[in-house]
Each structure stands twice: as C-alpha cells, then as structure tokens.
C-alpha cells in the first residue's frame, strides 16, 4: 500500500467541507428549508488516498501542443485504472473551491453557486426545449422553480459569473415578468489595434458594464439560417 496525494478536483461529502466552511452551514439550512436539494460540484482541494499498487494499471498518454493555448510543447499524463472501488481517502488537506447545485422537485442540477465569490455560476438554459418554446405548462412550472431558486441567491446578494449565466437569466425574466426591453444596435470601428480585446473577453465587459446599470444583455443573431455564427465574428 501506498499513499498518494490528489491535488485538484476531488469528489467529498458535506461533513468534511463543513470542517472548512462551517460559516456556509445557515445558507445550506435554507436550501433544504425551502424544500430543495443540493449536492457539492467542482471541488477543488488537496486529499490523501490509500492505493495497492500491485493492483493498478497505469498508463502513459501524451497529449501534443494546444494551440489556442499559445503552448510550444506537449505534456504527459499518467493515468490509472483502479476498478470499481473507490480509494479510501485518509485526510483531506485543503478546500480551495466548491460550488452547490441545486435541485427542485422536478428541476435536476438547475442552479450552481459559489458561496466563497458569492456567484451564481451556472443556470440551466430553460428555452433549450422546444417544447416549452410553446409554454407547455409542465415545463412553465418546472422553469418558475429555477426561477425561484435564481432569485433566493440574488436576495443573498449573489451575482453572476459570466455573461452566459446572465443570458439564462433573461430567458427566466422574459418568462415570468414583464420588463421593458428594448433593441440597441452598435457599430464599432477599430481605432487602436493594440487596445481591442478578444471577442469572447469583449462580449464579458459589454455584459457586466450593462449588468452593472440594470441592464441584461443578449446577443441577438441576424441569421438564423447562419449555424457556425461564431466562426464569423469581427475580430478574434
């Protein structure tokens, strides 16, 4: 037997991210207070597990240079196989991040916060189906409980992470309440080059700096017809 050392995504309970962040414990109350569930995602952290080597098929892959990463080399990962037994963890370390999701009765996974950044993180996009594009009534009711869970951390002083959580938020707005919207259009010139950000980050700011006046922004496609959109944007 052998003790290893996990640093990065570990896969923990409640009890040992309370020996971290007990400080979290009234906000998990009041999750299953309102008759949720949650579990931890996307936990980060040092632990230390007990492995039998005799009993383990490594193997060695190497993974060439990620361009869109600007990498000049590849790297190598050691990889193994250990069954259908989990490692017994001895001790964990270190919790640097975790996020809740949270689940309603008919809603899985709908809503992942960080309560350390106070965001919101991910929200299920509800107008993904076509069918509650027609406001079939299960799935009204089965996006007014997202929209419940949205606005409990909201009322916590939540915000949000990106711009895409931002976008799913304005589907559940545009559902269930009746707020003035408006259409703005920009055209945009480069002026200095060496100043203009990457589409993806441009995007971002654009909906934060909205976000922050009480604006929720979307982009609106010209061309439904146009299925790779991305891979036609006016600049990189």
Known sequence: MVVIKFIGEISIGEK????????????????????????????IGEAEAELDLDNLYFRLEYYPPRIWRDECEGRYEISAKL??????????????????????????????????????????????????????????????????????????????????VIEHYKELIDLFEKRYRFNLSLELVVDREDKVPGWRELLEELSKFFYERGLLMKLKEEDKKDIFPLFRKPIP
């Open 16 to 43: 040992e991210i309370l020996k971290f962040y007990p400080e979290i414990k009234p906000l998990l109350d009041e999750i299953r207070g309102k008759g949720w569930s949650y579990h931890f995602t996307n936990v």
């Open 83 to 164: 069954g259908s037994e989990a490692p017994a963890i001895l001790r964990v370390n270190s919790i640097e991040k975790f996020e809740v999701s949270v689940s309603t009765e008919h809603a899985w996974s709908c809503v992942n916060a960080d309560p350390l950044k106070r965001e919101i993180t991910y929200i299920t996009g509800v107008l993904t189906n076509s069918i509650l594009r027609r406001k079939e009534p299960s799935k009204l009711s089965e996006a007014r409980e997202v929209y419940n869970v949205v606005k409990f951390f909201l009322n916590k002083n939540f915000s949000f992470k990106d711009k895409y």
